[in-house]
């Protein structure tokens, strides 16, 4: 029994294709599932050492209070002496919706905050950010 194997093309070749790897790296993480807030958030650290941008999302689905507004708010952290410094700010959201906020990354960590304002302010909302490399 003899078997015939047919020679690979080129273009038949698509190992051989170049792709940019880190192009297409992205990391999606869920920061705050959909929740009930009455007053600032916070999320925990986030490692972003290795990647060179940031979209913050915030989906809105209630917004109450008198004159509510929310903004999106990222924070780096000083390494030397290990405080947060906000670092990147959107306008204030007064409306239910979805936003988002673009931020270029120069930090090895980041958070993100929800600043509240208003008068007996309360807000059903997620949070999530991609991170690209």
Do not use: C
Request: hydrophobic content about 40%; cysteine-free.
């Amino acid at each position: 029994m003899s078997v015939y194997v047919r020679p690979i093309r080129h273009q038949e070749a698509v190992i051989m294709a170049p792709t940019d790897l880190q192009a297409r790296y992205s990391e999606r993480l869920t920061l705050l599932s959909p929740s009930l807030i009455t007053a600032s958030w916070a999320s925990g650290s986030i490692d972003v050492g290795d990647y060179s941008r940031a979209m913050v999302f915030l989906d809105v689905t209630e917004l109450s209070g008198t004159s509510p507004s929310i903004t999106i708010k990222v924070d780096a952290l000083d390494t030397v002496s290990g405080k947060w410094v906000e670092v990147d700010s959107s306008n204030p959201i007064t409306s239910t919706g979805t936003y988002a906020l673009k931020h270029e990354v120069y930090e090895d960590a980041m958070r993100v905050r929800l600043a509240l304002s208003g008068t007996d302010v309360s807000a059903r909302v997620s949070v999530g950010v991609v991170l690209k490399v």
